[in-house]
C-alpha cells in the first residue's frame, strides 16, 4: 500500500528503503500533525537505484525542504544532509552533533528507525535553532516565550517557533501552539477523525514585533462539528496583550465550543427519545449515533403521512425542522410530495417534553388538514 501511495519507494537502493518507508509511515514527527512527504529521488554514483533524496517535513506552518544524502557503495556509512536553511548547521563540530544528534554520530545500518531518530534529533535541533534565533530579535518575543512556557499549561513540546524569511533578517516571526484539550467530552460521530487537534498560528512583524495575526486551524471532522469555520472567530489578539494571556482565552473559547456541543448532543438525544416513547409504534427509523433526525408514520382521520424531525447542532437554540411528507401523492418529478412547517410553535426554554407535546399537537391540530388538501392539490 505504502508502495502504491509514494511510488518513488520502489527507485530506491534496497538498503535504503525500509529506513525511508519507516520515516513516511511516520504520522508525525514534531508539533504538526502530519505525514513527512517524500519530494524527489536521485542517485549519487549513477546506479539504477537511487540513495539520495528529498524530504518534506512539517514545521511551524511551513515544510522544510531536507536533502538526505546516502552512499550505497558504503551502505554502513550514516547519510548527510542538505538543509534548506543554509543558517542551520552550516558548519557543524562533532560536539554539537554528539550531543544534539547522537543517532548520526552513533549510526546503527541495522536499526529500521535509525534515519526516523537522526530527523527525529535534528527537528528538535532545529527548534533550538529558530529560539536561538529568536531571542536575537528583541525582549518582545524572548519574553512572549518563556512566558508562554512558564506561565501557563503549554508545554515546551507543543511549541515550534520559526522566523522567517529563512537564512536572511526575519520580517515574521511565527509560533505554532498545539492546544491540547480534552476532546473525549464530545459526543460519538459517524465520520470521527482519529486526530482532533487545534493548532493556534500566532505570526508577529513589524519593526517592534507589535502587529499580530492569531489564526486557528482544526482538524477536518472538528472544525464540523464546531460549525464549521465561520463559526470560529477566535478573539482578536491586540498589541497590549502577550500570548499567556491570549492562549489561554483561545482555550476557553474552544472548551465553550466542546460543551455546547455537548449540550445540543444530550437535547437531541432526549428529544428523540421522548418521540420514541411516545410513539413507539410509529416511529420508521431514527439517528442512533448524532440524534440528528428521526422519522415517523401518523395517521389523522385516516389520512397516514410522514413527519421528518431534522435536529440542527444548534439544537435547542435553533428549533428544529418538520417536514411532512405524503404516502399517497406524488410530485410530477415523480417523488412523494412534502412540505415544510413553517410556523410551528418553539421555545428553546422549554423542557423537551413539553416541545416534543406542543410540535405534535399543532401538527394534529392545526397541519395536517392544510397538508393533506395541499397534497390532493399538487397531486401528479
Known sequence: MLNQQHPLLSTIDSYIEPLLKRVLQTKRLGVCCGLIKLDSVSSSCNKSKNDCFKLSIPYAGEHLVWSVLFD??????????????????????INTLSTWIPSLTKWNPNDIDALLNVLSELLLYYKEHQLHLLGKQGDRLQFEYSTLVGETEISREDIEVIMLPLGTKPTEARFLIRI????????????????????????????????????LYLSKTLEDIFGGPESLHIPPFPSSKYLMDYVPEVKKFIDEKIH?????????????????????????????????????LLEHRDFHFLIHFHLPSTFPKEKPQ???????????????????????????????????????????????????????????
Request: glycine share 2%.
Open 72 to 93: 550505497s557503495q558504503y551502505p554502513e556509512m550514516g547519510p548527510d544532509f542538505i538543509f534548506n536553511d543554509q543558517s542551520f548547521l552550516a558548519d557543524p563540530d
Open 180 to 215: 491540547v484539550m480534552d476532546y473525549s467530552r464530545l459526543p460519538p460521530r459517524i465520520n470521527k477523525s482519529q486526530n482532533d487537534e487545534a493548532m493556534l498560528i500566532i505570526m508577529f512583524y513589524g519593526p517592534d514585533w507589535n502587529r499580530i495575526i492569531p489564526q
Open 260 to 296: 455546547n456541543v455537548v449540550q445540543s448532543f444530550e437535547s437531541r438525544k432526549s428529544f428523540i427519545t421522548v418521540l420514541i416513547v411516545s410513539q413507539r409504534g410509529s416511529i420508521l427509523e431514527y439517528d442512533a449515533i448524532e440524534f440528528n433526525w428521526i422519522s415517523m
Open 322 to 380: 418538520i417536514t411532512l411528507q405524503s404516502v399517497y401523492h406524488m410530485t410530477s418529478q415523480g417523488t412523494l410530495y412534502k412540505e415544510v412547517l413553517d410556523d410551528t410553535p418553539y421555545s428553546p426554554r422549554w423542557q423537551i417534553i413539553l416541545m416534543v407535546d406542543k410540535l405534535l399537537t399543532y401538527i394534529m391540530e392545526n397541519a395536517v388538514q392544510k397538508f393533506q388538501a395541499n397534497s390532493m392539490k399538487n397531486r401528479f
